[in-house]
């Protein structure tokens, strides 16, 4: 028996994007689940590029940070809940704020390697409707009482039961190694790596304006479609000014020196879905449709942030990026100076700016800011964790497309655990 020709590597296009408008939590999407979100995304993905007919995608990949139990199979029940052809197969992945466009990676390597023709990739989170696990001691007594081989048994363990075993155990945005939340590890990293309030409030009110402009110029018209009543992201804030944020009080790191992150300067908690259709060429070619970018290069990287060199701001919890980067433009011949676009997901406005400052320490050039997030990005948009991957590819994307002549982007997103998630975009 022969062995089997391994496949040529092919390259991935984007087509398109769409997701819903961000909301913030217990806004308007307050009883949305994720589910509904990611439906009306996708279904808005399959009415815009005609996907609706037998086979038209290959895959559908999606995820979500924030899960019910309800949620196991979320990919799968998203495409039987929508106008995508029920036979389309899905499936789930997570890597925290990483996740949107870790399952963007996955689907591309299944067509780059010619396992699929297309894929649809996204994700969606609720802030608002957060998974409430039952206390774990009153879940020990339940299993107790279900493992029980006589009624007396169990009426034994249920009689265990006491009133503060009622109360739910809360979702906390902490990181379990260290118990601090992503905000009091960015404080230290801002610390770390001298990261001033008036920087960070500048960042922040840039990404405000640029958002706004993209809106008035019409940029989302093809990738943002109504839900719920909201049309525009309701965290965009056009009329912010550094003079406003100024106002702000301090909300993390205040157990130290100078604190600096508000409210203003950290992306708030947000509900919301994105998709991105991906493709063959010979796919995006037989159904008339122009790919806007090719996905040519990823790196994924993690840090150890609870034992490496945390005070040092090397291996702050959001800093992963700042060895991904590097490594795959090593790996790929480039350098900054070669992208005409940079995509930073701002988590915080103070870890945009220290990854920045960790990008040169490791030998890259400056990050041109008329080059950095030009439509805004999460600190305007807000940051449905699992959405944002697919909501930077698509609106990278575009804005490639609408250039004249060849470009490429670079898209840089951080994670809880440590981790960060980077690629490249490229229009010929």
């Known amino acids: 028996m022969s062995p089997l020709k391994p496949p040529s590597v092919r390259r991935v296009a984007v087509i398109g994007g769409a997701r819903v408008p961000f909301a913030r939590s ?28 037998p086979g038209a995608v290959g895959e559908f990949v999606a995820g979500a940070v924030l899960k019910h139990s309800r949620d196991f199979n979320l990919a799968r029940e998203t495409v039987l809940g929508s106008a995508l052809d029920a036979r389309t197969p899905a499936y789930d992945v997570q890597q925290a704020c990483g996740t949107g466009l870790q399952a963007v990676i996955a689907a591309a390597n299944k067509i780059a ?18 998974p409430l696990g039952v206390n774990d001691r009153l879940r020990r007594i339940l299993l107790e009482a279900r493992r ?40 230290v990293t801002a610390r770390a790596w001298g990261i001033t309030r008036e920087a960070q409030d500048e960042l922040a009110a840039t990404s405000h304006r640029r958002l706004a402009a993209a809106y008035e110029r019409g940029f989302f018209e093809d990738l943002v479609v109504p839900f719920r009543g909201l049309e525009r992201d309701q965290n965009l804030r056009p009329g912010s000014t550094t003079e406003k944020l100024a106002a ?37 070619r037989v159904r008339g ?5 090719y996905l040519t290069a990823y790196e994924t990287a993690a840090v150890d942030f609870a034992g490496g060199d945390v005070a040092g701001g090397e291996d702050g919890l959001l800093m992963a990026p700042a060895y991904a980067v590097p490594r795959m433009l090593e790996r790929a011949g480039l350098g900054i100076e070669d992208f005409d676009l940079v ?45 944002t991957g697919a909501r930077i590819v698509a609106t990278l994307a575009r804005l490639l497309a609408e250039r004249e002549g060849p470009g490429r982007g670079l898209v840089s997103v951080c994670a809880a655990g440590g981790q960060g998630v980077t690629a490249v975009l490229e229009r010929t």
């Open 26 to 53: 217990d806004g308007p999407y307050a009883t949305a689940s994720n589910q509904e979100m990611l439906t009306a995304a996708l279904d808005a993905l399959v009415e815009r590029y005609g996907l609706e007919g």
């Open 113 to 130: 390697l010619g396992q699929t023709e297309s894929a649809v990739a996204g994700g969606a989170d609720t802030a608002s409707d957060a």
């Open 148 to 187: 029980a081989k006589s009624a007396g048994a169990r009426l034994k363990a249920l009689a265990k039961v006491r009133p503060a075993h009622l109360v739910p155990d809360i979702p906390r945005n902490a990181e379990p190694r260290t118990g601090l939340s992503m905000g009091e590890h960015a404080a």
């Open 248 to 284: 702000l009080k301090p909300v993390f790191g205040l157990s130290g020196p100078g604190p600096t992150m508000t409210a203003g300067n950290s992306t708030p908690l947000t509900d919301g879905a994105a998709t991105v259709l991906l493709a063959s060429e010979e796919w995006a």
């Open 289 to 293: 449709l122009e790919p806007l970018a």
């Open 343 to 387: 995509e930073i997901h701002e988590a915080f406005a103070s870890q945009v700016l220290a990854t920045l400052a960790a990008w040169e320490k490791r030998g890259l050039a400056p990050v041109d800011r008329a080059r950095l997030n030009v439509a805004g990005s999460s600190l305007a948009t807000g940051h449905p964790f699992a959405a």
